[in-house]
């Protein structure tokens, strides 16, 4: 039984689905490799993702049921290929599964907006990869077009974000209370929280 006559008897319906999920491992491939680099900083490609063991995983699951719909085995030895690539498959699904529980939210994290300033243009956000790694960040844009342009500095303990200004923030923590400017043209920050959380510079 040759590869090619094994091809043939691929019915129409089932090739429809296995080019569907051909075309949508691809483009979650392409989404979740955009998302680990993004040299735009663009808040959604970092908010949905950046988390590549994830990504990783969900392309491994698409690409096994791409070759089980799309390449079905009917002969062992003339089609070993289809074979070695589902056993492929599936073991980068199972490291990835294991990366992910491992590292958790470490790639992706939580995002959480604080304050929106009154045209609706510049915001703050809370960025939370764990219990010991928070963040207050600049996004400037909105929609799919929203951007980070800065880190205000770390969330000590409880935050309250408030815009007085479209160029000026303030900050309210359990350690203090600061007031941030941005950037007119851009809206990076011009001050940030320190490090200790016990003054701005």
């Not at 089980?68 to 492929?88: D, K, N, T, Y």
Request: charged share 15%; hydrophobic share 50%; aromatic share 6%.
């Amino acid at each position: 039984m040759t590869d090619t006559a094994s091809m043939i008897r691929v019915s129409t319906p089932r090739r429809v689905t296995g080019v569907v999920l051909l075309v949508l491992t691809v483009a979650t491939a392409g989404a979740f490799a955009a998302g680990a680099w993004n040299p735009w900083h663009l808040v959604a490609l970092a908010q949905y993702f950046s988390n590549w063991p994830l990504g990783l995983l969900v392309v491994a699951i698409l690409a096994l049921g791409t070759s089980w719909v799309l390449l079905p085995v009917r002969h062992e030895v003339a089609q070993g290929p289809r074979i070695v690539l589902r056993i492929v498959a599936g073991l980068v699904a199972f490291a990835s599964l294991l990366c992910w529980g491992i590292t958790g939210s470490t790639f992706g994290g939580s995002r959480t907006v604080l304050a929106r300033s009154a045209d609706g243009q510049r915001a703050v956000a809370l960025v939370e990869h764990g219990p010991d790694d928070r963040q207050l960040r600049v996004w400037v844009g909105s929609g799919l077009g929203a951007r980070e342009v800065g880190v205000l500095g770390p969330a000590c303990g409880e935050v309250t974000v408030r815009f007085t200004s479209r160029d000026s923030v303030a900050i309210a923590t359990n350690y203090g209370d600061f007031q941030l400017r941005l950037d007119p043209a851009t809206g990076e920050p011009l001050d940030v929280i320190g490090s200790t959380c016990a003054g701005s510079g």
